[in-house]
């Protein structure tokens, strides 16, 4: 087994990779991004969460990071190798991802984008938009040969309704929710569903320009935990996959092992 972690903004997503090609995904976890921990103390909570799953660390083989908090990197990574022995694969646009790039600086593209696009790249029909709604939601786009073209990087959901809350003396802070209808009818319906209203048009609207500037058919993958909430509010279709990122560096461990 190869331990993922997925370093965010705001949570830190562990999984354990296994099997053929190391693509099944035996678990998925998480603790809370708190950029100011030792590797002890992430040492600690890992061995924690583990335990619970009854994951032996000392039994995986490799260990991949995959970072968007450039200061946790090395902090993590020291963490893991104590739990497993093994040095960690740091992803980075220096690897093989199986993509080539048409962007002015790739690296400095996401870690989390550059394992979303090689997931799409080799499980998705192409020319392919991801979109991942985390933290920030973020959109790549790859063309029909694989090649990274570039996105959009915009809020996310519940990172816009918190600035809106801060910033205005009536509006509540809420959580998004599936919405019921259309109209909010009241201050947080109107919040709500224009969260998720909102992100849908944006969605469906920069896979129609995407689509219609490569002049192909586009396909439209959607991952993070708000995705299932906002694609019924989609006109277009959206595929769904939970786990792309977690594919995507399964595919990167493969090729840089």
């Not at 019921?180 to 469906?204: I, P, Y």
């Not at 689509?211 to 058919?217: C, M, V, Y």
Request: net charge negative; proline share 6%; charged share 20%.
């Amino acid at each position: 087994m190869v331990l993922a972690v997925d370093i965010g903004n705001s949570n830190i997503c562990i999984g354990g990779l296994a099997g053929e090609a190391h693509r099944d995904i035996l678990f998925t976890t998480r603790m809370v991004t708190r950029p100011r921990c030792t590797a002890d103390e992430y040492a600690a909570e890992l061995r924690f969460l583990l335990a619970r799953l009854k994951v032996d660390p000392a039994a995986c083989e490799g260990v991949i990071v995959c970072s968007v908090v450039p200061g946790l990197t090395p902090v993590l990574a020291h963490a893991c190798k104590r739990l497993t022995g093994q040095d960690a694969l740091i992803v980075s646009c220096a690897l093989d991802t199986g993509l080539t790039f048409a962007v002015d600086e790739p690296d400095r593209v996401g870690r989390d984008r550059l394992a979303d696009a090689a997931a799409a790249a080799a499980h998705y029909p192409l020319p392919c938009m991801t979109v991942d709604l985390g933290t920030a939601t973020t959109y790549n786009v790859l063309s029909a040969e694989g090649c990274f073209l570039g996105g959009f990087i915009v809020p996310g959901v519940q990172t816009s309704l918190r600035a809106i809350s801060a910033g205005t003396a009536q509006l509540p802070p809420i959580a998004p929710e599936p919405p019921e209808h259309l109209v909010g009818r009241n201050t947080v319906e109107a919040l709500n569903n224009g969260a998720m209203f909102g992100t849908a048009a944006m969605l469906d609207g920069l896979a129609d320009r995407v689509e219609a500037e490569l002049g192909q058919p586009l396909t439209v993958v959607a991952t993070g935990g708000l995705a299932p909430y906002i694609m019924p509010c989609c006109k277009r279709k959206i595929l769904y996959d939970g786990d792309l990122l977690f594919k995507g560096l399964a595919l990167i461990w493969e090729k840089n092992r």
